[in-house]
């Protein structure tokens, strides 16, 4: 059972890193310049890989039920995580409800090609809801109040990260698709 979760967990990594392959595209950079396209979409991916980091390192594997926790980030900071996970055995799938509560949260994020490189801080409330298993993937992920800082770089190309807002990502990596809104501006990968 446990090497089943694993690979659940695995499955879930390389679905949403292959996904974000066609993400960044070298077409809108260029040394000098990171596009606002590749720009929101890869603050929309670190979010997303950040939840994931955070649920695989400290809640994947374990029995379901009722969440309250102080974890750390996978980088640094400090996570609240309440709300509930529930694993339906007879249809093989995970639902969460989930709610982080970020303090000062550290990700770096690399694009799959190695030229993208997201270093930034997180702030905020994000709201998880969703099901998944080892093939499927449905989730949404709302924060009112997300504040992101830090740098991106793309070559010698360097952008401040300075946002705050709203977010909106809905992740469905059964169609092969992830979209939504991050601080006024649309996204799709």
Request: with cysteine; net charge negative.
């Given at each position: 059972?446990?090497?089943r979760?694993?690979?659940i967990?695995l499955?879930m990594m390389?679905?949403?890193?292959?996904l974000?392959?066609?993400?960044?595209?070298d077409?809108?950079n260029s040394?000098?310049?990171?596009?606002?396209?590749?720009?929101?979409?890869?603050?929309?991916y670190?979010?997303?890989?950040?939840?994931a980091?955070?649920?695989?390192?400290?809640?994947?594997g374990k029995?379901?039920?009722?969440?309250d926790?102080?974890?750390?980030g996978?980088?640094?900071?400090?996570i609240?995580?309440?709300?509930?996970?529930n694993?339906?055995?007879?249809?093989?799938?995970?639902?969460?409800?989930?709610?982080?509560?970020?303090?000062?949260?550290?990700?770096?994020?690399?694009?799959?090609?190695?030229?993208?490189?997201?270093?930034?801080?997180?702030?905020?409330t994000?709201?998880v809801?969703g099901?998944?298993?080892?093939?499927y993937?449905?989730m949404?992920?709302n924060?009112?109040?997300m504040?992101?800082?830090?740098?991106m770089?793309y070559?010698?190309?360097e952008?401040?990260?300075d946002?705050q807002?709203?977010?909106s990502?809905?992740?469905?990596?059964?169609?092969g698709?992830?979209?939504?809104?991050?601080?006024?501006?649309?996204?799709?990968?």
């Amino acid at each position: 059972m446990k090497i089943r979760k694993n690979l659940i967990l695995l499955s879930m990594m390389l679905i949403i890193s292959s996904l974000f392959t066609a993400c960044v595209s070298d077409d809108d950079n260029s040394a000098n310049y990171i596009s606002d396209k590749n720009f929101y979409s890869f603050l929309s991916y670190a979010i997303v890989v950040l939840e994931a980091d955070a649920y695989n390192q400290n809640f994947a594997g374990k029995p379901t039920g009722n969440i309250d926790a102080d974890v750390e980030g996978p980088y640094g900071g400090s996570i609240k995580v309440t709300g509930s996970t529930n694993r339906a055995s007879d249809v093989d799938i995970t639902t969460v409800d989930l709610t982080y509560t970020l303090v000062n949260v550290k990700q770096i994020v690399t694009s799959t090609d190695g030229k993208l490189v997201c270093n930034a801080t997180l702030n905020g409330t994000l709201k998880v809801k969703g099901s998944f298993n080892e093939s499927y993937k449905s989730m949404s992920f709302n924060s009112p109040d997300m504040s992101i800082s830090g740098t991106m770089t793309y070559g010698s190309a360097e952008r401040e990260i300075d946002e705050q807002g709203d977010v909106s990502i809905s992740a469905s990596h059964h169609k092969g698709q992830t979209r939504g809104e991050i601080f006024d501006h649309t996204f799709s990968w």
